[in-house]
C-alpha cells in the first residue's frame, strides 16, 4: 500500500489499521483496541478525519489545561525551534532563564529552583534521587491509592494495581494508609489517617527514611481530596522526624483545582514538588521537580547523580513559558475556581436525579462522580481492579453521543479542560445524564 505523505488525506479506518498493525499501546491488550483516530482539535473539541466532533471532558489525561489549539503557544513553539532546537543541559538559554525564574515566582513558599524533565514519571523519578541525595537515607513512603507514573520507580511508588507485573522493582518502597478506603464514601478522619502515618514511620525507623510521597490530590484512583489538616498534619510529621515532604502535582497543578497548586489550598510548602501536564497543556513533553532553597542550596557543594539528555529542551520550555503566559491572560486560573461551584450544582443534580451515583467529588475543575449498586450498604458499582457491564456501557453511550472521559472502575472523571464555558459543561453533563439511565438499571 503507498501511503500518501500529505497530512489529513488517510481516514478514520486506515489510521486505526496502520496504527494498530504497527505500532504498540500503553495500558492496552493489544487485540482488544478500539481506538478512535483525531485529526485536529480547537478548545474543548476534537475532531475526526471525517469531522465527528467529541467533547473532551478529561482534558485528555488531565493535561491539555488551556484547551487545544491556542495559537499564543503555537507560535512560541514555532518561534523556538525556528530560533535554536536543541543544546544539551549543560549549556543555558533565554528561554531556560525566564521560564525558572517565572515558576519560581509561582511556586509555593520557598520552592525557587527546578530540575526539568520530560514528564511526571521522569520528575517522579528524579524527586526519589534528590531525596535519597539529600537526606543519605533510602527508604521512600507512599501509598496504595497513588499513581506517579510508568517508569521503574515511579511505578514502584504507585499503590494501585497497575504496579504488580512489574514488581520486584525498586528497594525500599513501604506503604502507609491512604486517607480514602476502597469501598467507603467519605474518607477516614483526619486522626486516624495521619496516626497511621506516623505508626509506618515509627516501625520502619524514622532515620531510614527519606521521604513520604503523595498525590496532593488522587488522581486516576479517585479525586481523592484530602480532608482539611490532613496535609498540614503530614507536613508537622515530616518535620518532626526530618523526613522530607514530596507532593506530586502533576494532575493537580497549575490551575486545575482553582489555584495554581493544590497545595495552595491548604497554605503547605512540600519539600519537592513534581509537576508536567499543565505546565505546558501537553502540547510538548516537559516536566520538573521544584525544591527548597535550603535542598537546592546543599547541592552548590555536592554531586547531584542524575541527568536527562533532553532536560531544559528549549522548545519544551517555550511551550511552558507561553502555557504559563496563557494561564494568566485568561485569567483561567481564577476561571476554574469560579467553575468549582458550577460542577458542583451538576454533580449534586445528578446525583439527586440518579440513584447509580453514590458520591460526587471536585475541587475547582478535578471532578469524579462514583457509581453504586447500593447506597445502604454502600456497594460499588465494580468490584476494586474490575469493571463490569453497566460501566462498559455507560462508556459506550459517552462515546455514542460524542463525549470522551476517563472511566476508570466504578466511576466517571469530569476533568475538562479550563477553558470551557458553562455551556459546554453543561453539554457533557447532559451527555452523561443520559449514561447514568443505564447505569440506575444496576441500583437495587
Given at each position: ?11 478514520s ?34 475532531y ?67 530540575f ?9 523519578e ?21 499513581y ?9 511508588l ?16 513501604v ?34 527514611i527519606?521521604a ?17 489538616g ?20 502533576v494532575?493537580?497543578?497549575?490551575g ?66 507561553a502555557?504559563?503566559g ?13 467553575m ?14 440518579h ?26 458499582m ?12 455507560v ?16 466511576s ?28 440506575d438499571?444496576?441500583?437495587?
Amino acid at each position: 500500500m503507498t501511503i500518501s505523505a500529505a497530512p489529513g488525506s488517510m481516514t478514520s479506518e486506515e489510521i486505526v489499521r496502520l496504527s494498530r498493525a504497527h505500532t504498540f499501546f500503553s495500558w492496552s491488550v493489544q487485540g482488544a483496541l478500539d481506538p478512535i483516530a483525531i485529526d485536529h482539535a480547537e478548545g474543548v473539541y476534537l475532531y475526526t478525519p471525517e469531522g465527528r466532533r467529541i467533547l473532551d471532558f478529561n482534558a485528555q489525561l488531565m493535561s491539555v489545561n488551556i484547551g487545544h489549539g491556542d495559537r499564543r503557544v503555537i507560535d512560541a513553539i514555532a518561534a523556538q525551534a525556528a530560533r535554536l532546537q536543541y543544546v544539551q543541559p549543560a549549556f543555558v538559554t533565554e528561554v531556560r532563564a525566564r521560564l525558572g525564574a517565572k515558576l519560581a515566582e509561582i511556586l509555593p513558599g520557598d520552592l525557587d529552583k527546578v530540575f526539568f524533565t520530560l514528564g511526571g514519571a521522569e520528575a517522579v523519578e528524579n524527586a526519589i534521587k534528590l531525596a535519597r541525595h539529600h537526606t543519605g537515607r533510602t527508604k521512600i513512603l507512599s501509598r496504595y491509592r497513588s499513581y506517579h507514573g510508568a517508569t521503574l520507580g515511579a511505578n514502584t511508588l504507585t499503590g494501585d494495581p497497575r504496579r504488580w507485573a512489574n514488581e520486584p522493582a525498586i528497594y525500599g518502597v513501604v506503604r502507609y494508609p491512604d486517607t480514602h478506603r476502597w469501598g467507603e464514601k467519605e474518607p477516614r478522619p483526619v486522626g486516624e489517617s495521619l496516626q497511621g502515618l506516623e505508626d509506618v514511620i515509627r516501625y520502619e525507623g524514622p532515620h531510614t527514611i527519606a521521604a513520604v510521597f503523595l498525590e496532593t490530590i488522587v488522581g486516576t484512583n479517585g479525586i481523592l481530596i484530602p480532608p482539611d489538616g490532613y496535609l498540614q498534619g503530614v507536613r508537622e510529621i515530616c518535620d518532626r522526624y526530618g523526613i522530607l515532604m514530596v507532593a506530586d502535582e502533576v494532575m493537580a497543578g497549575f490551575g486545575r483545582t482553582g489555584r495554581w497548586f493544590a497545595v495552595d489550598h491548604w497554605e503547605v510548602v512540600p519539600d519537592l514538588m513534581t509537576m508536567a501536564k499543565g505546565l505546558t497543556s501537553s502540547y510538548l513533553p516537559l516536566g520538573a521537580v521544584a525544591m527548597r532553597h535550603g535542598i537546592a542550596e546543599a547541592f552548590e557543594t555536592k554531586m547531584f547523580y542524575g541527568g536527562l539528555t533532553y532536560s531544559s529542551h528549549p522548545v519544551s520550555l517555550a511551550a511552558a513559558l507561553a502555557t504559563i503566559g496563557v494561564y494568566e491572560e485568561d485569567g483561567l486560573i481564577e476561571h476554574a475556581a469560579r467553575m468549582d461551584a458550577v460542577m458542583r450544582r451538576h454533580h449534586e443534580d445528578l446525583a439527586a436525579r440518579h440513584p447509580s451515583v453514590g458520591a460526587h467529588r471536585n475541587l475547582g475543575l478535578f471532578g469524579i462522580l462514583d457509581l453504586v449498586r447500593s447506597h445502604d450498604p454502600y456497594i460499588p458499582m465494580t468490584a476494586f481492579n474490575g469493571t463490569s457491564d453497566e460501566m462498559k456501557a455507560v462508556g459506550r453511550h459517552l462515546r455514542e453521543h460524542g463525549l470522551y472521559t476517563m472511566l476508570s472502575n466504578n466511576s466517571i472523571h469530569t476533568n475538562p479542560p479550563l477553558c470551557i464555558t458553562e455551556e459546554q459543561l453543561a453539554e457533557g453533563f447532559a451527555i452523561i445524564d443520559g449514561a447514568l439511565a443505564l447505569a440506575d438499571e444496576a441500583v437495587r
